[in-house]
């Protein structure tokens, strides 16, 4: 875990553990070894989870922690990061406590799960403030690419799948392997009981199943993510970068002699 971050752990959530509107007879544990390389690490995949509201009864809150204790049954290490006092992008500098909390999490995590309520057809401000933060490298390294992800979205109305969509560019965009599955929550103030918990019922059951396929996911892309974002492009400007370093550092070295 990065050193300062201190995002909520999935085991410190209230009856972490406890899954009132779960079947558990039918939840089959995911086992690395039919997803992960042979030789591959076998330790908790690392899910980052953000959620886009601030309001003290967030329901895209509530369902992140819904996401969360179903991630941590599935044996996952899970931090959920909380955008309270997260400035605006280009707001503060880089190495504000909020921003540095979130790039770090962001790298320690090996996949992430996105939940945005739906905001005049689009997810909120705070939730794509998360993301701009985020940026595609800092450095030598690349906070999000390779790195699994799972959008979710919550609705005041009906069913909408404008979020999610909304969602998915973001995380092609940051170059991440969003799952094809996902959970679109409508009426999302009808599916929460009063201690915040998600009722049973096939909006709770699809909650599962994007989790689930989420957790597949990373252990499939595990030590495989620089295999699978090898690019062309980036080879031949690494190439020609180190080219031309050479070339320098020969001419001066002619000239020296």
Known sequence: MPEGALAMRGTDLPDHDVFPALDARFLAPVDPDLYAPADGARHPPRILLLYGSLRERSYSRLLAYEAARLLERFGCETRIYDPTGLPLPDGAPADHPKVAELRALSEWSEGQVWVSPERH??????MKAQIDWIPLAIGAIRPTQGRTLAVCQVSGGSQSFNAVNTLRLLGRWMR?????????VPKAFQEFDEAGRMKPGPLYERVV?????????TYLVRDRSD???????????????AESIATTLAAKAVAND
């Not at 991440?176 to 679109?184: G, K, Y």
């Not at 199943?209 to 996911?217: A, G, Q, R």
């Open 209 to 217: 199943d994007v989790m689930e396929e989420l957790v597949k996911f």
């Open 176 to 184: 991440m392997v969003t799952v094809p599955n996902q959970s679109s």
């Open 227 to 241: 295999r699978l974002t090898s690019r062309y492009s980036e080879r031949r400007e690494a190439g020609l970068k």
């Open 121 to 126: 057809g689009a997810i909120t401000g705070i």
